[in-house]
């Protein structure tokens, strides 16, 4: 079946950039998608990329995706003490449902 | 604003209760989910909806059911709650099936169950 894994923690100081890497096994995933889950909230769609595509940026978030090896990062740059929260990799294999990592913990120290 | 609503936001609740999660949404999104979040477990899909009137079952459906009479309110059920389901659940909607359609939560109930 379909499996997503990711690193379970990260710690980075504020102003670095981190990277937050997933890996997964299906390879006719067509979107795959990175959310952030503050304390206490839903999951906030931060961004994604279709398959045919290796990066894609947006302001001071960066996905890249290797297919080949079925890996994908997101990449902040500049990170800030609000950042700190759990950061969710997903794939959609073509129909509705996700299939969801279980989660990175970002925490940024000042 | 627009979005998905959960209700109750926490419930702590007796062993052997009946309770329904309530989620509504305003976006008019034909397909509706609920989730379960567990510590080191991630999100498991519990059941799905792709359009008003029809249901599906996703990762962990035993011991939940859900009904989809119209395309905004996609409740949960636990029809006897027992202790393993303590967890937070989130209700999630997307506009269609295939291609990009991302999926958007709620802020999810947390229910304890003595």
């Known amino acids: 079946g379909e499996d997503v894994e990711q690193s379970l923690f990260l710690s980075v100081r504020e102003g670095d950039s981190s990277v937050i890497n997933c890996t997964y096994t299906?390879?006719?995933?067509?979107?795959l998608y990175w959310y952030k889950q503050e304390p206490g909230a839903g999951l906030q769609l931060l961004t994604y990329?279709?398959?045919?595509?290796d990066m894609k940026q947006d302001q001071r978030l960066t996905v890249l995706l290797n297919k080949k090896d079925k890996h994908l990062s997101l990449r902040i740059a500049d990170t800030q003490t609000g950042d700190s929260a759990i950061y969710f990799c997903?794939?959609?294999?073509?129909?509705?449902?996700?299939?969801f990592g279980k989660g990175t913990m970002l925490l940024v120290s000042p | 604003i627009a979005g998905i609503t959960q209700a109750p936001t926490s419930q702590i609740l007796a062993a052997g209760r009946r309770m329904t999660l309530r989620c509504t949404q305003d976006?008019?999104?034909?397909?509706m989910y609920w989730y379960r979040q567990d510590l080191g477990l991630g999100l498991r899909l519990i059941h799905y909806s792709n359009t008003a009137g029809t249901t599906g079952k996703g990762e962990v459906p035993d011991g939940y059911s859900v009904s989809r009479a119209n395309t905004d309110d996609f409740p949960l059920t636990l029809a006897s709650a027992v202790p393993s389901q303590t967890s937070v659940y989130f209700c999630?909607?997307?506009?269609?099936?295939?291609?990009?359609?991302?999926?958007?939560f709620g802020d999810g109930t947390r229910l304890s169950i003595l």
């Open positions: 299906d390879s006719s995933s067509t979107y």
């Open positions: 999630a909607s997307s506009d269609s099936t295939g291609g990009n359609q991302p999926q958007h």
């Open positions: 976006m008019r999104h034909n397909a």
């Open positions: 990329i279709f398959s045919n595509m």
């Open positions: 997903a794939e959609n294999s073509g129909y509705s449902t996700l299939t």
